[in-house]
T-cell receptor, first 114, second 114 residues
Framework: ETGVTQSPTHLIKTRGQQVTLRCSSQ?????VSWYQQALGQGPQFIFQ???????GRGNFPPRFSGLQYPNYRSVRNVIALELDDSALYLC?????????????FGPGTRLTVL | AQSVTQLDSHVSVSEGTPVLLRCNYS??????LFWYVQHPNKGLQLLLK??????LVKGINGFEAEFKKSETSFHLTKPSAHMSDAAEYFC????????????FGTGTSLTVIP
């Protein structure tokens, strides 16, 4: 069984550019969450997708947008970049949106904004 | 709203001595609580979780945690530290109000001295 994968592993962009981060969830999972982890901080919840619909958003502006494909397995997160978006972006999947379910995390995409 | 406070940003122990990483939570509803570990350049891995069953929860690699509702705490312990335990540890809360949206603490960095 393949775990959660993310691409690319690293990105360097400049302010104002747009970036697309991709995630493939674990087989059988229909819920995917995205987190932003700044250096030395804990991950912060960006948003969650459940069966192709956004199912909650943290304190992040609309320029963070996402999409979950009909197969549930692939999700993208698109950001129109500002300088303080530099961080590790983590994707996690779970079997459904119940609060007690474990989330399985991918290795992350390290984004640097210059 | 949910939140988590990890009371120590850094903990240093000698190999073979006990480990205590402290976590207090806030939740309006019955919480689910998790401990995740993040080794350098590796993804987040679940150590253990509490989901309203037994209050003493055993996890992987000899770790355990006790849910204390009266103290709103979920401290992580291990009887004897091993060098491989050196990592960043995150306490996480979710609840039925927001489902499978995770709220992380700021993390505790564990150093194990040989």
């Amino acid at each position: 069984e393949t775990g959660v994968t993310q691409s690319p592993t690293h990105l360097i962009k400049t302010r104002g550019q747009q970036v697309t981060l991709r995630c493939s969830s674990q087989s059988g999972h229909n819920t995917v969450s995205w987190y932003q982890q700044a250096l030395g901080q804990g991950p912060q919840f960006i948003f969650q997708y459940y069966r192709e619909e956004e199912n909650g958003r943290g304190n992040f502006p609309p320029r963070f947008s996402g999409l979950q494909y009909p197969n549930y397995r692939s999700v993208r997160n698109v950001i129109a970049l500002e300088l303080d978006d530099s961080a590790l972006y983590l994707c996690a999947s779970s079997s459904d949106r119940a609060s007690y379910n474990e989330q399985f995390f991918g290795p992350g995409t390290r984004l640097t904004v210059l | 709203a949910q939140s988590v406070t990890q009371l120590d940003s850094h903990v240093s122990v000698s190999e073979g001595t006990p480990v205590l990483l402290r976590c207090n939570y806030s939740s309006s509803y019955s919480p689910s609580l998790f401990w995740y570990v993040q080794h350098p350049n590796k993804g987040l891995q679940l150590l253990l979780k509490y989901t309203s069953a037994a209050t003493l929860v055993k996890g992987i690699n000899g770790f355990e945690a006790e849910f204390k509702k009266s103290e709103t705490s979920f401290h992580l312990t291990k009887p004897s530290a091993h060098m491989s335990d050196a990592a960043e540890y995150f306490c996480v809360v979710s609840d039925r109000n927001t489902g499978n949206q995770f709220y992380f603490g700021t993390g505790t960095s564990l150093t194990v001295i040989p």
